[in-house]
């Protein structure tokens, strides 16, 4: 591998579809390009978007014959060890759940090392990782999605980009690395990694993985004289800990309930999460005006993963050309609708039943998402009120105006060229 080559980590389907437009950038700047990455998911690479690229015989595939699940043994026994407690509401309360007895070990090294772990926790699982793991990447210049599983192999002396997969990746642990650039969504999710990371060199750029709103047409702002269609996309999934799934279907039932009294006739669609089911919907399922859909084939073989590829994007581009509406709690689908100009009803946690709420205000990104709400005075949706439609046309078309000017969207290919020449060629 040459030193010269830029670096891709290509995990998944849908890391393909957010880094396509930094690849093309990259080869058209006059770079090789590297993917390490499963071969189904190169070819896939290859097929939707480079087929016919001019500069697609510098794009190459790495077999990636390293110890990727052995490194990420030692990484997630490292970030135990280095990471407080106190990083984030929701690492405390998953890794209280699951570690208990390494939860009340680690409580008591912070206490003793704290504040130190609290703004070193990166720069620490970095070395033990050098130190220890020995990555085989060294050197380069690589560019990867954050919480890439393929991250463990890339050593301290490369210049790492890492791009925002998610908008709350920055509160679930350490990455773990120190970037040498480090490109967040929008200057909201910027600022939560700087609090969060203790990272420098943040860059404000663009939600890659929303990019394929741009090619669409659908611009739905105005209001349909036909029976209202409605659209509820599950928070939660059969997979989902606990009774959060049984909670979330009794509270299609309370808003089915309320709707039916205030507005009187309307169609809601059900849409499961996509490692989720049908039968997910058990009580509202049986409702007369709920109508569940189905989404098995965007499954891995597991059914606890998300296989999601540019397929999904047009399922749910001719989903949302049909409904008038969308209830939501606060998803990465909802910013999605609100980019489509549909109006957004953003469910207020405070009425929900406990366990609902509980799993909201665990959630980082969440708790600073809905406090930007009530800053701009911007009203929820309360599922036990009784609402008419023109003030659910309002009410949600406030949410998804505000949910756009958090999250904008760039057009990716200029941004990308942009980066790579201004940024990365330096």
Not at 30 to 58: C, D, K, M, T, W
Not at 94 to 102: A, C, E, G
Not at 115 to 143: E, G, H, W
Request: charged share 20%; net charge neutral.
């Amino acid at each position: 591998m040459s030193n010269n080559d830029i670096v891709f980590l290509v995990d998944h389907y849908y890391y393909a579809d957010s880094l396509h437009w930094l690849i093309s950038a990259c080869l058209e700047a006059g770079y090789s390009v590297r993917i390490i990455s499963p071969l189904p998911i190169f070819n896939y690479l290859l097929q939707e978007y480079f087929a016919h690229h001019p500069s697609s015989h510098a794009l190459y595939h790495d077999n990636a014959t390293y110890k990727i699940k052995a490194r990420n043994v030692f990484e997630a026994l490292a970030r135990e060890i280095l990471t407080p407690p106190s990083f984030s509401l929701y690492y405390n309360q998953i890794y209280q759940r699951r570690f208990p007895l390494s939860f009340l070990i680690s409580k008591t090294i912070s206490k003793i090392l704290a504040p130190f772990t609290i703004q070193n926790s990166n720069l620490l699982i970095s070395k033990a990782r050098n130190i220890f793991a020995r990555p085989p990447i060294k050197r380069q210049l690589v560019i990867s999605m954050t919480l890439s599983p393929s991250l463990c192999i890339v050593s301290d002396s490369c210049r790492l980009v890492l791009v925002e997969e998610s908008w709350d990746h920055f509160s679930k642990y350490p990455f773990g690395y120190l970037p040498y650039m480090y490109l967040s969504w929008s200057g909201f999710t910027k600022e939560l990694v700087l609090k969060y990371q203790k990272l420098s060199n943040v860059i404000c750029a663009s939600p890659w993985k929303l990019a394929y709103i741009l090619q669409s047409n659908l611009n739905k702002q105005e209001k349909k004289s036909h029976s209202l269609k409605i659209l509820y996309p599950a928070t939660f999934s059969c997979n989902s800990s606990g009774s959060l799934m049984e909670q979330e279907d009794s509270l299609v039932s309370t808003i089915n309930n309320s709707l039916r009294v205030a507005i009187g006739d309307y169609t809601m669609y059900l849409k499961p999460k996509p490692n989720g089911s049908s039968n997910d919907f058990t009580k509202a399922s049986l409702l007369d005006n709920c109508i569940v859909l189905g989404e098995n084939s965007f499954q891995e073989l597991d059914n606890k993963n998300y296989k999601l590829t540019s397929s999904y994007n047009s399922y749910r581009l001719q989903l949302l050309e049909n409904v008038d509406i969308v209830i939501s709690f606060a998803t990465t689908f909802a910013i999605e609708c609100a980019h489509l100009f549909l109006p957004v009803l953003l469910i207020d946690p405070l009425d929900v039943p406990y366990p609902l709420r509980r799993s909201v205000f665990s959630r980082d990104h969440l708790v600073n998402l809905y406090t930007s709400f009530d800053i701009a005075d911007i009203p929820l949706y309360k599922p036990s009120s009784l609402r008419q439609v023109d003030e659910l046309y309002d009410i949600g078309s406030r949410i998804s105006e505000h949910l756009r000017s958090l999250f904008p969207i760039q057009d990716p290919s200029s941004l990308s060229t942009d980066i790579v020449s201004s940024r990365i060629s330096q």
